[in-house]
Nanobody, 128 residues
Framework: QVQLVESGGGSVQAGGSLRLSCAAS????????MGWFRQAPGKEREGVAV????????YYADSVKGRFTISQDNAQNTVYLQLNSLKPEHTAMYYC?????????????????????WGQGTQVTVSS
């Protein structure tokens, strides 16, 4: 089992920045991809950014390219999501997720189905 704990969410004004963190524990060595997803009220959960644990390749939703950055510190088993130039439409619960062997060939698609483990989420609220 892999346990994921997110932190770093909060309330900011439009134009502000936040840095989300996701600490992984348990059998974290068995993960192939880490991802960040978000879910706004009344909307589907969508994949925002993914990073491969070996190699560090990154994949982003078009809507966040150039604005959000995913990174990792393998020594600390931690994945980050830097959110810049935030807008009210970025308000959502942000979830960290890990993909194991089942999802390793297609986690780059940011599909929810490729990810086996999920954190509890951290709320990001952007006011205008």
């Amino acid at each position: 089992q892999v346990q994921l704990v997110e932190s770093g969410g909060g309330s900011v004004q439009a134009g502000g920045s936040l840095r989300l963190s996701c600490a992984a524990s348990g059998y974290s060595y068995s993960t192939y991809c880490m991802g960040w997803f978000r879910q706004a009220p009344g909307k589907e959960r969508e994949g925002v950014a993914v990073i491969t644990t070996s190699g560090g390749s990154t994949y982003y939703a078009d809507s966040v390219k150039g604005r959000f950055t995913i990174s990792q510190d393998n020594a600390q088993n931690t994945v980050y999501l830097q959110l810049n130039s935030l807008k009210p439409e970025h308000t959502a619960m942000y979830y960290c997720a890990a993909a194991g062997v089942y999802g390793r060939g297609w986690c780059y698609t940011r599909s929810r189905a490729a990810f086996d483990y999920w954190g509890q989420g951290t709320q990001v609220t952007v006011s205008s």
